[in-house]
């Protein structure tokens, strides 16, 4: 099955922004609707935004208008742009297929948003 790697993550005040990133291993990347989810402490992991094979995209509504999300099918990876970070943006952010694919999470890169 696929795997995916993410990297990006780290401490940033309110306000600030970060560039998660998420590499694919495999071929066939491209036609994956793909998401981002995020877990924070106590919490379930929920979906933020995802994105379809053709690029139309969709986002959850603590995220919308703040977060982007896409990708970059040639260099199987997918990108989340987030801006205006809030202290509850805080959480280990993860990719994978959507729906997800059990198999195929992997470590997360953490997110902190503190001042």
């Known amino acids: 099955q696929v795997q995916f790697v993410e990297s990006g993550g780290g401490l940033v005040q309110p306000g600030g922004s970060l560039r998660l990133s998420c590499a694919a291993s495999?071929?066939?990347?491209?036609?994956?609707?793909m998401g981002w989810y995020r877990q924070a402490p106590g919490k379930q992991r929920e979906v933020v935004a995802r994105?379809?094979?053709?690029?139309?995209?969709f986002y959850a509504d603590s995220v919308k208008g703040r977060f982007t999300i896409s990708r970059d099918n040639a260099k199987n990876t997918l990108y989340l742009q987030m801006n205006s970070l809030k202290p509850e943006d805080t959480a280990v952010y993860y990719c994978?297929?959507?729906?997800?694919?059990?198999?195929?999470w992997g470590q997360g890169t953490q997110v902190t948003v503190s001042s």
């Open positions: 994978n297929r959507y729906p997800p694919d059990a198999r195929s």
């Open positions: 495999g071929s066939i990347f491209s036609v994956y609707v």
């Open positions: 994105i379809t094979s053709g690029s139309t995209t």
